[in-house]
């Protein structure tokens, strides 16, 4: 039998939806982990352990007594209230989070963070943020954050970011996959620390509100079926994930369910005001997509809303479809 | 008198720390701690109001529906908006699949697998029960992990995805469904029935949720046609190890009652005393929150007026949660005491005999899961396609309110003031709070810290099953709890 690669989790300063995220795979989540050879050396919602037994693990870890392949953080290091990391003290051991993620880092053969918290402070860091909070290798998007712009585990990987808040179920556990089978190479990862394998794509690949997005045929209320970017605040023209191809819950996505791309996979995205709504100067909005000339998007953008189609224009502001395409009539030989 | 520290706790959501002073081999106190901390209530002010629909699912990554439907119950209250019919059965739904899938995951994940531990290792059912439900190993992980997905299905076709939706609004919910995703809801309903027939209850849901006394629920436990299911083998665990005996509360239950996109509450709020068999109304503005035990400075006690500030250095604090009370009184919230308000006389009947207990509060879990369930046909069979889910958004009005829903681990409240356009304050208690509350100024303890008392550890102190048992029969959510 092959080794396993073990996993040690740690849930510091976050949600838990990460967990809960990876908990959604279809197939089920612990038979499809044992498959891939991944063992939960501990994990704070599924293990039995508890207590004592723990906490013997994390210092057998902490001593170098006992390999371990990837510890994965998720939530937020919280360094506050005024840098004493009170404000997580890790239950039974008369120790902060912050104490146990730093003793705990430099012993793993690679360093995980699961969610914008852990990759770099996410909502937990939200403004003013209150208790200091910090992801592992960035703060919001500045690198450094709690092991410094220099770490490297032992493996010699800077920290991997898998982003979103919560990230796909499928981000986690192919990135753990690619570990466990050392091909996660660090040219594979962004200038985020992101994997490329989702974050080389935009949250507006693949979106179902696509052919308003070509016509600039846009919602201009909640519910609307047009493109969410000029009025609602979507950012997926800007975030990278690959949420609208692979889909989540069974074919859902932000966008497809009526609402923004928030960029939860950016750093400091929860620091947005008006989460839903698009910040605009002289009308235009201030967010356009990153690599495409200002003047030729405003160009192209008047130019494809003159010729919108009257069925794009009208269902863009529609909840349901009010105008279908057209089709051939029954028996002319034209099928379609 | 020896005094243990329990922790880390784990497989409850969030961190959680127990100290017990036990005296021959018994707990005569516990101090229930929440130690993790991040300071929502301040993070949510001074932004525009609509934006702690974004900001207050991440409270909770196993509740964040539940947070989702309080910011909204208190921004609707706010501006006066009502939803479209569609819109409100669209949120109960998403909220049911979330509250299904969080009772089943507490069962299956979080409660059973203390069963397997070595300490039941000589009784007569362990190597039946290990194999169903040890820790990530057991069979029963295999059967309930795609089924929960398959619920949370419910989730990706009303909100785009879970945990951390933004469908969720003041107006209704954004997606307008058309008739195939309908059907899908409907598909996605029936799987689940499938799964609580076949594997939960080896019954239907309407038999489930006709049991109405205790001597309904010994029958169910052993009869031939449903003792295969997971439900009658706790029933017969339940009753080997007499845990009703254990973790008793004898604190009111509240529920601010549940699902009422369909017009009336499916379950009905209110209060009940379990000792006299009284019920009442709840007066919210009775609902207090003291800070003696806690990490945070002193300041006003309701929470419409209160606010959050670390102390860390407080010598009598013990936790970052506050102790939220009813009428100065602490109060157990969650399925059993949602149950028991609403008048089922199986949950009244697990009661009757001076209050909650660890065996009927995961029986009224389970039991509520078929009640749900049987409602989610409904409402999914009562949307009406064509006709719209959501009503415009507008920029909130100034003003002050609270919304009061149902998480599945109880009674959840968001207190919101807006001025100017911006949120001025916003605080939260979530059932967590209630149940996992500390001791208060006249040292009154929490209902966890009451129910611990009187638990049997023998020689095992802080690894005793029986502790275990007590703590997770609540389902706590410690995330929530200090948020």
Redesign the interface.
């Known amino acids: 039998m092959r080794p396993s690669f073990d996993v040690l989790w740690l ?1 510091a ?9 990876m ?9 499809e982990l044992r498959s891939l050879g991944i063992q ?1 050396l ?11 037994e ?2 013997d693990i994390f210092e057998a870890v902490a001593a170098g007594r006992r390999p371990l392949d990837a510890l994965v953080v998720e939530g937020a290091v ?1 360094r ?3 840098g ?1 990391g ?8 008369g120790r902060t ?1 912050l104490d146990l993620v730093q003793s705990l880092a430099p012993r793993a053969n690679y360093c995980v963070a699961a969610g914008s918290c852990a990759a770099y402070g ?3 860091a ?3 943020d ?2 200091e ?1 910090t992801g592992l290798q960035f703060e919001k998007d500045t690198a450094g954050g709690l092991l410094g712009r220099d770490f490297r585990s032992r493996k010699g990987l800077p920290v991997v970011n898998i982003a979103g ?2 990230p796909h179920p499928g981000w986690i556990v192919e990135t753990l996959t690619a570990l466990a089978a050392g091909v996660l190479r660090a040219d594979q990862l962004d200038g985020f620390g992101r994997p490329r394998f989702f974050a080389d794509h935009l949250a507006h690949h693949g979106c179902s509100r696509n052919e308003f997005y070509e016509y600039k045929a846009s919602a201009v ?3 609307e ?1 047009g493109c969410l970017m000029e009025h609602l605040g979507c950012k997926a023209t800007q975030s990278v994930g690959d949420c609208n191809q692979r ?14 791309c ?1 960029a ?1 996979t950016s750093p400091g995205f ?1 620091d ?6 698009t910040p605009k100067v002289a009308g235009i909005p201030v967010g356009l997509p990153l690599d495409m000339p200002k003047a030729w998007f405003i160009a192209l953008a008047a130019l494809s809303k003159s010729a919108t189609p009257r069925r794009v224009r009208d269902n863009a502001t529609a ?3 009010a105008v279908p395409p057209r089709r051939n009539a029954p028996g002319d030989g034209t099928a379609g | 008198m020896t005094r243990l ?7 409850v ?5 127990v100290t017990l002073d036990v005296a021959d081999g018994v707990v005569a106190a516990a101090r229930v ?1 929440a ?5 929502f209530e ?2 949510l002010v ?3 109001p ?2 702690a ?3 207050v699912p ?5 509740c ?1 529906v539940s947070q989702s439907m309080a910011a909204v119950a208190a921004l609707r209250a706010v501006a006066g908006v009502v939803p479209p019919p569609n819109g409100a059965l669209a949120a109960d739904l998403s909220h049911a699949a979330e509250n299904i899938a969080d009772h089943l ?1 507490h069962f299956y ?2 409660f059973m ?2 069963f ?2 070595d300490e039941y290792a000589s009784e007569p059912w362990f190597d039946d029960v290990a194999a169903r439900f ?4 057991g069979s029963a ?2 059967e ?3 089924a ?3 619920l ?2 419910v ?13 969720f ?1 003041s ?6 469904l ?1 008739l195939g995703e309908t059907m ?1 809801l409907i598909a ?1 309903v029936a799987q689940l029935r499938g799964f609580l027939e076949r594997v939960l209850f080896a019954a239907p849901l309407e038999e489930v949720a006709a049991l109405s006394d205790r001597a309904a629920l010994d029958a169910f436990a052993e009869a031939p046609r449903t003792r295969n299911g997971d439900f009658a083998l706790f029933l017969r665990l339940a009753r080997d190890l007499r845990l009703d005996r254990l973790g008793r509360g004898t604190t009111g239950l509240m529920s601010y009652g549940a699902y009422r996109g369909a017009g009336e509450a499916l379950f009905r709020g209110g209060l009940y005393d379990p000792t006299t068999g009284g019920t009442g109304e709840i007066a919210p503005e009775r609902i207090a929150e003291d800070v003696t035990s806690t ?1 945070l400075a002193d300041g006003p006690v309701h929470p419409a007026e209160a606010d959050t500030h ?1 102390a ?1 250095h407080k010598p009598e604090a013990y936790g ?1 949660a506050k102790a939220p009370r009813l009428d100065g009184r602490p109060v157990e919230v969650g399925a059993l005491a949602r149950q028991v308000v609403d008048g089922a006389p199986l949950a009244r009947a697990l009661v009757a005999d001076g209050g909650s207990n660890v065996a009927a509060r995961v029986v009224a879990r389970l039991f509520e899961v078929a009640r749900v369930a049987l409602a989610m046909e409904t409402w999914a069979r009562g949307l009406e396609i ?1 006709r ?6 507008l920029p909130s009005p100034d003003g002050a309110a609270a919304g009061l829903v149902e998480a599945a681990r109880g009674s959840l409240g968001h207190w919101v003031t807006i001025r100017n356009g911006e949120t001025a304050r916003y605080q939260i208690i979530a059932p967590t709070t209630w149940n996992f509350s500390p001791r208060d100024a006249r040292g009154v303890p929490g209902p966890l810290e009451q129910a611990l008392v009187g638990t049997p550890v023998g020689e095992r102190g ?2 005793a099953a029986a502790i ?1 048992h007590v703590v997770r029969s609540f389902d706590p959510c410690m ?1 929530c709890t200090a948020h």
């Open positions: 849930q300063g976050g949600c838990g939806g990460c967990t809960m995220a908990l959604d795979r279809s197939a089920g989540l612990f038979g939960l501990w994990h704070p919602s599924f293990s039995e352990q508890s207590g004592d723990v906490r919280l506050g209230p005024q004493t009170l404000a997580q003290r890790v239950a039974g051991m989070m996410g909502v937990s939200g403004l003013p209150p208790v909070a808040c919560a209320a909640t519910g079926r889909t989540w819950n069974g074919g859902g996505a932000c966008t497809h369910a009526g609402y923004a928030i939860c929860e947005a005001r008006g989460f839903t709504t909840d349901h479809v | 520290v329990v922790g880390p706790f784990n497989r959501e969030g961190d959680l720390e701690s130690p993790m901390f991040r300071g301040r993070i001074g932004r525009p609509g934006d629909l974004a900001i991440r409270i909770c990554g196993i964040s995951t994940l979080f697998p203390d397997c531990r040890k820790a990530i190993e992980a295999g309930l992990l795609p929960r997905a398959q949370l299905h989730l990706g076709i009303i909100a785009g995805k879970w945990p951390h939706s933004l469908a609004r107006g209704g919910t954004t997606r307008g058309d899908r996605a990490w670390p860390v970052w064509g719209p889910f959501c009503i415009p958004d802080a690894r275990q995330v």
